[in-house]
């Protein structure tokens, strides 16, 4: 905590947003470790039928009932899809924000 509050503080952003900007830091990490967690406890046989069952549910969508998603099927992926690439490019994001907010 210590670290990243000290981080913050040093890039220049105004105190009164620093707590603001750790938790939501904090609940990205959080939730980077609770995915990996999730899929560690799983076998390869189970992970795979879960991707399957997405598969299904997604590409399968009424499109009277969800539009939207029968819309967007093909292109959306699974929470486990690139879980770190995701994550990465997400805290890219909040950094990049808070650099701005820096200006």
Same mark, same amino acid.
């Given at each position: 905590?210590?670290?990243?509050?000290?981080?913050?503080? /040093? *890039?220049?952003? !105004? +105190?009164?947003?620093? !707590? /603001?900007? %750790?938790?939501?830091? =904090?609940?990205?990490?959080?939730?980077?470790?609770? *995915? &990996?967690?999730? =899929?560690?406890?799983?076998? !390869? &046989?189970? %992970? &795979?039928? #879960?991707?399957?069952?997405?598969? =299904?549910? $997604?590409?399968?969508? +009424? !499109?009277?009932?969800?539009?939207?998603?029968?819309?967007?099927?093909? +292109? $959306?992926?699974?929470? #486990?899809?690139?879980?770190?690439?995701?994550?990465?490019?997400?805290? /890219? $994001?909040?950094?990049?924000?808070? &650099? /701005? #907010?820096?200006?």
């Amino acid at each position: 905590m210590e670290e990243l509050l000290q981080a913050l503080r /040093a *890039s220049g952003l !105004p +105190d009164e947003e620093i !707590p /603001a900007r %750790y938790h939501r830091i =904090v609940i990205l990490i959080a939730a980077l470790i609770a *995915s &990996e967690a999730g =899929v560690s406890i799983i076998t !390869p &046989e189970e %992970y &795979e039928q #879960g991707m399957e069952l997405f598969r =299904v549910a $997604v590409l399968g969508a +009424d !499109p009277e009932r969800f539009p939207a998603l029968a819309h967007f099927a093909r +292109d $959306v992926r699974p929470l #486990g899809a690139d879980r770190h690439a995701a994550f990465e490019e997400i805290l /890219a $994001v909040q950094l990049a924000h808070i &650099e /701005a #907010g820096i200006r």
